[in-house]
């Protein structure tokens, strides 16, 4: 049996995902990595997936994770950071019987302010990976579940303290396709916060 596209997609973004963090981990030799957790939370529209914080027939609600970061300083001022979800995919694959996972390459760029603190901005690319019901199910009506896939894109605007860590906003929008299934679309923002060790 023919394996489907977007399966074939999953595993080449994946794997250009991992190359992107092994590349990153390579140059710790040069020193600049740096390791730490983001904590997010924040609201999305999305018309494919269920949400387990809504009713069945809404489109979207909130959205939350615990995330690891690992951050390469390239320069003073840019740094290419690596997310690494973990709340999400482990709470809903354990309590719920699904698959959220969207780890993200993000590029930050750093723009200094008075008092050692600076403006971070940057484009993050990632992947979203599904496997679930859509959002005419709840969690006591599961409707069929399907796979999907997309290219999880961001922005962040934030605020830097002298010793990394920031403070800020960062929007989302994801297509999802799927061979069972309508193309998706997820919009949303978030206030994330993540702290270097």
């Known amino acids: 049996m023919r394996e489907p596209v977007l ?5 080449f973004l994946c794997a250009g995902l991992l190359c992107a963090g092994q590349t990153v981990a390579s140059e710790t030799s040069e020193g600049g990595l740096s390791y730490g957790a983001l904590v997010m939370a924040g609201g999305r529209y999305d018309n494919l997936r269920m949400c387990v914080g809504s009713d069945a027939g809404v489109k979207g609600g ?12 390239l320069s003073s001022r840019r740094a290419i950071a690596f ?5 999400r995919p482990i709470l809903f694959g354990a309590a719920f019987d699904m698959l959220q996972f969207e780890p993200e390459v993000a590029y930050e760029h750093q723009i200094p ?7 971070v901005t940057g484009p993050g690319l990632g992947v979203s990976l599904h496997y679930g019901p859509d959002y005419e ?5 599961r409707g069929d579940e399907f796979f999907a896939a997309g290219p999880y894109i961001s922005c962040l605007l934030a605020l830097a303290s002298e010793s990394g860590n920031t403070l800020g906003l960062r929007g989302i929008y994801v297509p999802l396709f799927s061979d069972e299934h309508s193309t998706g679309t997820v919009l949303g923002a978030a206030l994330e916060l993540a702290v270097l060790f």
């Open 7 to 11: 399966a074939r997609l999953a595993l």
């Open 62 to 73: 909130p959205m939350a994770d615990i995330q690891l970061v690992a951050k390469y300083a």
């Open 83 to 87: 997310h690494l979800p973990v709340m």
């Open 113 to 119: 302010l008075s008092g050692g603190r600076s403006l």
């Open 137 to 141: 199910s709840d969690l006591d009506n």
